[in-house]
């Protein structure tokens, strides 16, 4: 099997992210992954594994404490999602992609290994269920200490939620795939407590009451001890210094990290900074690599300022919680503020528009090429400010770019996808 086919074999599975969602009930999620990974002869046994969920932040403290392992020498695989580029992406083994012919070897086993897999009497496994079990394989097959693996939807039912982890981690949480999770924060964090589990260590950057007290009720229920942010585990001494750089330590009992030093943009990074700082301690990461495995720390479109003059950011906020972050880490601005906005149509873009009003002057509303992208024109009429709907990203970045000046912003958000297509657009020019 080629690189092509393997994609094509993958594509054509049922994908709740396109809107294709697996028919049958949902009694079956897990059951069909754990029938799955049997069929890859249990690959997950082959490697410690930890397992990342929340609302935001996941996938950067995913990255942070693969980032932060590595360092010290483990081999570590990461499993993250959605991607910018390509799904290669959501599978990497110590910091690198698949190579295409890896990934059609791991995709041709996968293929090999589920023949007649309807016989199990599950239905049919979806992509996201064949990626997980991809990457298991593939960490497996590589011989990686450590597996890290992001949620992709809520906890209690996703495939991830398979795996027996050495520790589990919930990010902060709010409101996001409400048509699925609930309606309420409280909704939403039981079904992400789901990843708690018996005798396995907890930790958590949540600091909603609400989520809070869901997360504390589980651990104690299921006897998982627990380390929270701003009680277990402290940050202290907060600032940035001149480079734009976040500054802080870590305290918890027993240990401290003196100013740890975060190169990326936004308050909110403190918290997922000693979050991951704090598991990767428990797992056995020495002082030492802690600022070294920062250092090297790569997180394309987590507002990411990728040219100046005029500055261009981009950022894969794609829920209200997530604008709000973006926004508060703004730095100031000299001219106008361009924005180049599209949304998945079941997301709630008309309150990130809302947030993101007071802080543009213009706006190119657009789409990437996803299937459950947003109308440009929707999004136009709800703006609220003035704003052209512009049929691609590529166009509406041309736009921004054309109108603006050297002391001007132009602001990329929305999506993955539309970060994703803009910073391939801005790489390839």
Known sequence: ???????????????????????GSIEDYLPRMRALLTRLAEPQQGFRSVIVGGTNGKGTVASLLAALLRAQGPSVGLYTSPHLHTQRERIRIHGEILAKDQWAAAVAQ??????????????????????????????????VDFGI????????????????????????????????????????AKDKAGIIKSGIPIFTSAR???????????????????????????????????KGVLQFRVERKGYSV???????????????????????????????????????????GRIEVVRRRPDMIVDVGHNPAAIRALVRALPARKGKSWLVFGAAQDKDWEEMLRILKP????GFMTRANHPRACSPSDLARAAHFPAEAVSSVSEAVSLAQSRSTKKDRILITGSFSVAGEALKGVLSS
């Open 1 to 23: 099997m080629d690189y092509f086919r393997a994609k094509r074999y993958l594509d054509a599975l049922p994908d709740w992210e396109v809107g294709r969602p697996v028919l």
């Open 110 to 143: 996968l293929d090999d290994c589920t023949r007649d897999f309807e016989r199990e009497g599950l239905g049919g496994f979806s992509k996201f269920e064949a990626v997980t079990g991809l990457a298991a394989w593939a960490f497996a097959e590589q011989g």
């Open 149 to 188: 693996f992001e949620v992709g939807l809520g906890g209690r039912l996703d495939s991830t939620n398979i795996l027996s982890p050495k520790v589990s981690i919930l990010t902060t949480i709010d409101l996001d795939h409400m048509e699925v999770l609930g309606s309420s924060i409280s909704e939403i």
């Open 208 to 242: 909603k009451r609400e989520a809070l007290s869901v997360i504390t009720r589980k651990a104690k229920e299921v006897g998982s001890p627990f380390q929270r942010l701003g009680r277990e585990i402290r940050i202290t001494g907060a600032t940035r210094t001149q």
């Open 258 to 300: 003196p100013f740890i030093r975060l190169p990326l943009l936004g308050q909110h990074q403190v918290d997922n900074g000693a979050i991951a700082v704090s598991v990767a301690q428990h797992i056995g990461v020495k002082k030492k690599w802690i600022e070294k495995g920062l250092a090297s720390l790569q997180l394309p």
């Open 359 to 362: 802080h543009v002057d213009a």
